[in-house]
């Protein structure tokens, strides 16, 4: 049986969003009401102790999330609701579940394109395997016009790291110097051989290894969009269709390797910061509706049936396979 509610069972609940007024944010409330949820705009100014009491659920789009994740998740403690957020950050992503393991409410950290669906792919992938030896997400992207958000991100992430990378190596994330190293690899068709960077290790790496085993996490991205997202050019993601969604287009795949044995799954879809909005919404829904609700902090893919999660998903947000 899936394990998500129907749309009526979320009527007259009420989500909270800090950073509505961002692009992304911007989604979250589109998606919400969409799907018949109000959604509490919050910003700057908000007394957030306060629209928090007024609240379900909050989701946190207001990043660099190395500023706001802690004081939300505290906010919604005390409010004794969910939180769910969208950060990319890796350092952001393991310092919640470090500090906030034993918290009272549902916690989890970045529901979106970087962070929740590799996790729910890889989820996916392993199955039924207890381990693998390796999980492997490569990342297609069209184009990438990086948001304002996304780029003081980077920074806030670059300077926590001293400039350094980060891989997941050896069961841990371990730093490391200098370019990583171009090679190419064979997307899906259409796309097909490519050329990529590797270790681009994003917050799939922090999310996967909470709750699946596997020593090595290895990362690639397509060099077009690397080249995007260092390029001087500081304009966003323009909107070319009624939703806001911009041109981009992208694909993940994720192959799981055990014992010689390989299994891959692959989603694709369009513009990587509007997928977001029914990644986050979806978590949030299933959460009210009282599944994948347990308290403490756990990933997407630890605390929903990824695939039965990502069926829902597709093929409105998501083509998968
Ligand atoms: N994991 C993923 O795949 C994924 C996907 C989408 C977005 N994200 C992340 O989400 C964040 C937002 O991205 P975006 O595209 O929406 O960027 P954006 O359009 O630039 O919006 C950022 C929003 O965050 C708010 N904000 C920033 N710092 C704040 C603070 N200290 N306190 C309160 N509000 C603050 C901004 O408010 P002001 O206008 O008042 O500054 C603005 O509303 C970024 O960190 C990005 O990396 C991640």
Same mark, same amino acid.
Request: aromatic share 6%.
């Given at each position: 049986?899936?394990?998500?509610?129907?749309?009526? &069972?979320?009527?007259?609940?009420?989500?909270?969003?800090?950073?509505?007024?961002?692009? *992304?944010?911007?989604?979250?409330?589109?998606?919400?009401?969409?799907?018949?949820?109000?959604?509490?705009?919050?910003?700057?100014?908000?007394?957030?102790?306060?629209?928090?009491?007024?609240?379900?659920?909050?989701?946190?789009? /207001?990043?660099?999330?190395?500023? *706001?994740?802690?004081?939300?998740? &505290? @906010?919604?403690?005390?409010? !004794?609701?969910?939180?769910?957020?969208?950060?990319?950050?890796?350092? #952001?992503?393991?310092?919640?579940?470090?500090?906030?393991?034993?918290?009272? %409410?549902?916690?989890?950290?970045?529901?979106?394109?970087?962070?929740?669906?590799?996790?729910? =792919?890889?989820?996916?992938?392993?199955?039924?395997?207890? /381990?693998?030896?390796?999980?492997?997400?490569?990342?297609?992207?069209?184009?990438?016009?990086?948001?304002? !958000?996304?780029?003081?991100?980077?920074?806030?992430?670059?300077?926590?790291?001293? +400039?350094?990378?980060?891989?997941?190596? +050896?069961?841990?994330?371990?730093?490391?110097?200098?370019?990583? /190293?171009?090679? &190419?690899?064979?997307?899906?068709?259409?796309?097909?051989?490519?050329?990529?960077?590797?270790?681009?290790?994003?917050?799939?790496?922090?999310? %996967?290894?909470?709750?699946?085993?596997?020593?090595?996490?290895?990362?690639?991205?397509?060099?077009?969009?690397?080249?995007?997202?260092?390029?001087?050019?500081?304009?966003?993601? #323009?909107?070319?269709?009624?939703?806001?969604?911009?041109?981009?287009?992208? =694909?993940?795949?994720?192959?799981?390797?055990?014992?010689?044995?390989?299994?891959?799954?692959?989603?694709?879809?369009?513009?990587?910061?509007?997928?977001?909005?029914?990644?986050? #919404?979806?978590?949030?829904?299933?959460?009210?509706?009282?599944?994948?609700?347990?308290?403490?902090?756990?990933?997407?893919?630890?605390?929903?049936?990824?695939?039965?999660?990502? @069926?829902?998903?597709?093929?409105?947000? =998501?083509?998968? +396979?």
């Amino acid at each position: 049986m899936p394990d998500h509610m129907g749309d009526a &069972e979320h009527m007259n609940k009420r989500v909270a969003v800090m950073g509505a007024k961002g692009h *992304t944010g911007g989604f979250v409330v589109a998606e919400l009401r969409r799907r018949g949820v109000t959604p509490i705009p919050c910003g700057r100014a908000t007394d957030l102790d306060a629209a928090l009491l007024d609240a379900d659920a909050v989701i946190n789009c /207001a990043g660099p999330f190395a500023a *706001t994740a802690a004081p939300v998740i &505290e @906010s919604a403690i005390r409010a !004794g609701i969910p939180y769910l957020d969208v950060t990319a950050e890796i350092e #952001v992503v393991t310092d919640t579940f470090a500090s906030y393991a034993e918290a009272g %409410i549902p916690i989890v950290p970045a529901v979106a394109f970087y962070g929740g669906l590799g996790d729910l =792919l890889a989820t996916m992938a392993t199955d039924d395997w207890p /381990a693998a030896d390796q999980i492997t997400i490569a990342y297609a992207l069209s184009s990438w016009r990086p948001t304002p !958000g996304t780029r003081a991100t980077g920074r806030v992430s670059a300077q926590r790291r001293d +400039g350094r990378r980060i891989v997941y190596s +050896g069961h841990r994330l371990q730093f490391r110097d200098g370019d990583a /190293a171009r090679t &190419e690899w064979t997307f899906p068709a259409p796309i097909g051989t490519r050329s990529v960077v590797g270790e681009f290790t994003m917050a799939d790496s922090a999310t %996967i290894p909470t709750h699946l085993d596997a020593p090595e996490i290895c990362t690639f991205m397509t060099s077009n969009a690397v080249d995007d997202l260092r390029a001087a050019d500081p304009s966003g993601p #323009v909107a070319a269709d009624e939703h806001g969604r911009s041109a981009q287009t992208f =694909l993940v795949e994720v192959v799981a390797q055990s014992d010689g044995m390989e299994r891959r799954a692959v989603a694709s879809g369009r513009d990587i910061y509007a997928v977001t909005a029914p990644l986050v #919404v979806e978590a949030a829904c299933r959460i009210l509706a009282g599944t994948g609700d347990t308290t403490g902090v756990a990933s997407v893919g630890a605390r929903f049936d990824a695939k039965d999660f990502l @069926s829902l998903l597709s093929p409105e947000h =998501l083509t998968l +396979g």
